[in-house]
């Protein structure tokens, strides 16, 4: 299933924030799905990364865009699958199913189309919050247990615990105690006893 739900717009303030601000509200239906497209397909240190000395040309680079197309620089495959996007809205729906083909999540392509025609906003964000989610070790290994509840990625970034630590169900002689962790199996050593 998603890491989170298609709803949970409150898991996330820092994309909820940058994706509800711009002009005439053109960042939440334009630019924030062109810019999951791209991180997508180059991961999401494409915005941070350097080309090399002396590869400039786009094909060196290999920046990709919407139907593979190589940019140079990760603005200009966002502005082209903002062009195409904005040409053919229905390619979000390919975008969301190609999203779920690549991080492994349950769901239909009918669905992909009832969440992207109904609720555009909330699909789009749920779908950068997947990638942030799949693109991170730490999310990457929670969601890979079973039953394990995962953490918005706002507590992971600023290092807020999902539980609280409780004391009360402790003895009280434990409270506080520290305990010595002990091998079973270990060879003993001491005066006369090789350290191995």
């Known amino acids: 299933p998603w890491s989170t739900g298609l709803c949970d717009l409150w898991t996330d303030p820092e994309l909820l924030y940058m994706a509800s601000h711009g002009f005439c509200g053109i960042c939440c239906f334009v630019c924030l799905p062109a810019k999951t497209y791209v991180d997508l397909v180059n991961g999401l240190d494409v915005w941070r990364r350097k ?6 040309s786009a094909d060196e680079v ?8 190589n940019f140079s620089a ?3 495959a966002m502005l082209w699958n903002a ?3 904005s040409l053919f809205p229905p390619i979000r729906i390919y975008w969301r199913w190609r999203l779920r ?3 492994v999540v349950q769901g239909a392509l009918y669905g992909d189309a009832v969440a992207v025609t ?3 906003f909330c699909s789009a964000l749920q779908e950068q919050r997947e990638i942030r989610i799949e693109q991170d070790g730490l999310f ?3 969601k890979g247990i079973d039953g394990a ?3 918005t990625s706002y507590q992971a970034s600023f290092g807020i615990s999902t539980e609280k630590s409780d004391t009360t169900r402790l003895p009280q002689q434990m409270v506080g105690a520290s305990f010595r962790l002990v091998y079973p199996f270990a060879e003993p050593s001491g005066p006369g006893r090789g350290v191995h």
């Open 101 to 103: 083909q690549k991080y």
């Open 118 to 120: 109904v609720c555009y």
């Open 62 to 69: 290999a920046i990709r865009g919407a139907f593979g197309i």
């Open 74 to 76: 990760a603005g200009w």
């Open 83 to 85: 062009f195409i996007l």
């Open 149 to 151: 509840k995962l953490p």
């Open 51 to 56: 080309p090399l000395p002396g590869r400039t």
């Open 140 to 142: 990457a290994a929670v």
